[in-house]
């Protein structure tokens, strides 16, 4: 079955560091990418890797996140710093690539909050929150 699954979501104080986790399964040549809905309900791009290892970062959490390919099997760790009350969100991990399951067709129409605003991202995981208190 395909799918993407994040963990490691909670709540950290402001100026501490976390790291949540994303894994993909089903699919091969996988690009992923983090994504986090803020408490207005709007989807921004937080950070995302493709296959050659490029990656891109969202302006408001450049120099504070990082992420990075942990090894072959479809898994990718954000590194969260500096981390501040507006960084609270729901943080959701998607992919796209080349499918090893059956039902990938149909798990990438699934609807998902952020798929409008990023429609090049086919499997999208339920979220982990990430809270920092004010």
């Known amino acids: 079955e395909v799918m993407v699954v994040e963990s490691g979501g909670g709540s950290v104080q402001a100026g501490g560091s976390k790291v949540i986790a994303c894994t993909a399964f089903?699919?091969?040549?996988?690009?992923m990418g983090w994504y986090r809905r803020t408490p207005d309900n709007d989807c921004e791009l937080v950070s995302g890797?493709?296959?050659?290892?490029?990656?891109v970062c969202g302006d408001s959490v450049k120099g504070r996140f990082t992420v990075s390919q942990v090894n072959a099997d479809n898994m990718v760790h954000l590194r969260m710093t500096s981390l501040k009350p507006e960084d609270t969100a729901v943080y959701y991990c998607?992919?796209?690539?080349?499918?090893?399951?059956?039902?990938?067709?149909?798990?990438?129409?699934?609807?998902?909050?952020?798929?409008?605003?990023?429609?090049?991202?086919?499997?999208w995981g339920s979220g982990t929150r990430v809270t920092i208190p004010s």
């Open positions: 089903g699919l091969k040549d996988v690009r």
């Open positions: 998607a992919a796209t690539g080349t499918p090893e399951s059956s039902d990938y067709d149909v798990v990438k129409l699934r609807p998902h909050v952020c798929r409008q605003k990023y429609p090049g991202m086919d499997i």
């Open positions: 890797v493709s296959t050659d290892g490029t990656t």
